[in-house]
């Protein structure tokens, strides 16, 4: 004969729960703590950019006040390269024409007794 049925039954105490929860570990800061950081920084940044376009407009303010107060040291160099130059084309002039009679050296050739400055500059 067969042998008498058996049905397969749960441990005593039954079996343990189904764990069907996520566990998910934490994931760092929140939206608000992020966004909250985020703002600070470019508050800071805004700041401090601030202050660095402060700073450069005081040093072009300074660096266009210094050329002002260069421009006449600068324009007394000039005027004083620019009679040396002068003289030294007189002289230039007065010992290649030596030798012509009635030439005046440094004469101009337009009769005007006003000074012009030169127009150019020979480098």
Same mark, same amino acid.
């Given at each position: 004969?067969?042998?008498?049925?058996?049905?397969?039954?749960?441990?005593?105490?039954?079996?343990?729960? !189904?764990?069907?929860?996520?566990?998910?570990?934490?994931?760092?800061?929140?939206?608000?703590?992020?966004?909250?950081?985020?703002?600070?920084?470019?508050?800071?940044?805004?700041?401090?950019?601030?202050?660095?376009?402060?700073?450069?407009?005081?040093?072009?303010?300074?660096?266009?006040?210094?050329?002002?107060?260069? !421009?006449?040291?600068?324009?007394?160099?000039?005027?004083?390269?620019?009679?040396?130059?002068?003289?030294?084309?007189?002289?230039?002039?007065?010992?290649?024409?030596?030798?012509?009679?009635?030439?005046?050296?440094?004469?101009?050739?337009?009769?005007?007794?006003?000074?012009?400055?030169?127009?150019?500059? !020979?480098?």
């Amino acid at each position: 004969m067969a042998a008498p049925y058996r049905q397969d039954m749960p441990p005593p105490g039954g079996f343990e729960a !189904v764990k069907y929860k996520r566990n998910l570990p934490f994931r760092g800061p929140g939206a608000l703590v992020i966004l909250g950081g985020v703002a600070a920084i470019s508050a800071f940044g805004f700041y401090r950019y601030g202050q660095g376009a402060l700073e450069k407009r005081e040093l072009q303010r300074e660096k266009a006040w210094s050329r002002i107060h260069l !421009v006449p040291l600068l324009m007394a160099e000039g005027d004083r390269d620019a009679y040396r130059r002068q003289q030294a084309a007189l002289a230039r002039e007065k010992e290649i024409m030596k030798d012509v009679k009635g030439w005046e050296a440094g004469k101009s050739i337009y009769n005007n007794p006003k000074y012009a400055s030169p127009q150019f500059v !020979v480098l």
